[in-house]
């Protein structure tokens, strides 16, 4: 059984920095894709950004330019940069580990980004 743990959330300062770590444990297997997701109350969940096999990245344009993903998909641990932070930024994040045989959910970390 495959768990993923985050870490890394917190309160800070409009234009303030924060660093997300997720790592998963258990039987892991080379991951497919790994990715960071954010959720507001009463929205829908939403990719933020994404590793894809080795070397496909993509961002949500709302990010692009702030936040850095980066990752070893062999160990399966992802870590988001995030910089320039702004008050709708603020969500409860999820990391997200897919593989041939599993496909995991981190338990969530929240950010909130406010003076």
């Known amino acids: 059984q495959v768990q993923v743990v985050e870490s890394g959330g917190g309160l800070v300062q409009p234009g303030g920095s924060l660093r997300l770590s997720c790592a998963a444990s258990?039987?892991?297997?080379?991951?497919?894709?790994m990715a960071w997701y954010r959720q507001v109350a009463g929205k829908q969940r939403e990719v933020v950004a994404e590793?894809?096999?080795?070397?496909?990245?993509n961002y949500a344009e709302s990010v692009k330019g702030r936040f850095t993903i980066s990752g070893d998909i062999a160990k399966n641990t992802v870590s988001l940069q995030m910089n320039s932070l702004k008050p709708e930024d603020t969500a409860f994040y999820y990391c997200?580990?897919?593989?041939?045989?599993?496909?995991?959910w981190g338990q969530g970390t929240q950010v909130t980004v406010s003076s």
């Open positions: 590793i894809i096999s080795r070397s496909n990245i």
């Open positions: 997200r580990i897919v593989s041939l045989v599993y496909a995991v």
């Open positions: 258990g039987t892991i297997r080379s991951a497919l894709r």
